[in-house]
T-cell receptor, first 116, second 116 residues
Framework: GAVVSQHPSRVICKSGTSVKIECRSL??????MFWYRQFPKKSLMLMAT?????????EQGVEKDKFLINHASLTLSTLTVTSAHPEDSSFYIC????????????FGPGTRLTVL | AQKITQTQPGMFVQEKEAVTLDCTYD???????LFWYKQPSSGEMIFLIY??????QNATEGRYSLNFQKARKSANLVISASQLGDSAMYFC?????????????FGTGTRLQVTL
């Protein structure tokens, strides 16, 4: 399957600052990437679909001005949490769709964000 | 209405025994895919097994098998010969063909603990 990396793996920031999370596909070109958010002991919730060369598609209830997504190339998507607040603390995971018959998603290792 | 339901928040199983993790789903789309992912404490999402709605046979992957009962809309995961390393969160997910390609909807997960 595809190898997906995320950077940073863990970040702690002060309230009011912005944090950028990178998602890279190391061996696979992806026109689409997905960003999920997972609260402790909860399920994964899709936040947005990142589209290379065009605007991201956000799920209902997700603030697009708060969570900026840029799909700069076929191997890189970034999620920027702007003016972070403690309630933004969460586990953020990116994924990209596989090209096989199963169309499974390959997930990155995740980024744990803690906002103080 | 919830599209994916996992009614077991936690399960215990003894090493070398088999365990079944329940998953029911709800969709009106005739074409869909069902996935199981494992999430260890490290946070990464590991793809385990896939079942397509038109697949005639139950999917199997090593010690994992999927008990697919289409009429009951259930897709239970069976893990045979449990190992200590199987201790993790397990998520059932569904991909509907209609709408965003490859968009996955996750259940709330089941935490499996394998004991000696």
């Amino acid at each position: 399957g595809a190898v997906v990396s995320q950077h940073p793996s863990r970040v702690i920031c002060k309230s009011g600052t912005s944090v950028k999370i990178e998602c890279r596909s190391l061996d696979f070109q992806a026109t689409t990437m997905f960003w999920y958010r997972q609260f402790p002991k909860k399920s994964l919730m899709l936040m947005a679909t990142s589209n290379e060369g065009s605007k991201a598609t956000y799920e209902q209830g997700v603030e697009k001005d708060k969570f900026l997504i840029n799909h700069a190339s076929l191997t890189l998507s970034t999620l920027t949490v702007t003016s972070a607040h403690p309630e933004d603390s969460s586990f953020y995971i990116c994924s990209l769709p596989g090209g096989g018959a199963w169309n499974e998603q390959f997930f990155g290792p995740g980024t744990r964000l803690t906002v103080l | 209405a919830q599209k994916i339901t996992q009614t077991q928040p936690g399960m215990f199983v003894q090493e070398k025994e088999a365990v079944t993790l329940d998953c029911t789903y709800d969709t009106s789309d005739p074409s869909y895919g069902l996935f199981w992912y494992k999430q260890p404490s490290s946070g990464e999402m590991i793809f385990l097994i896939y079942q397509g709605s038109y697949d005639q046979q139950n999917a199997t992957e090593g010690r994992y098998s999927l008990n697919f009962q289409k009429a009951r809309k259930s897709a239970n995961l069976v893990i045979s010969a449990s190992q200590l390393g199987d201790s993790a969160m397990y998520f059932c997910a569904m991909r509907e063909v209609a709408g965003t390609a490859s968009k996955l909807t996750f259940g709330t997960g089941t935490r499996l603990q394998v004991t000696l």
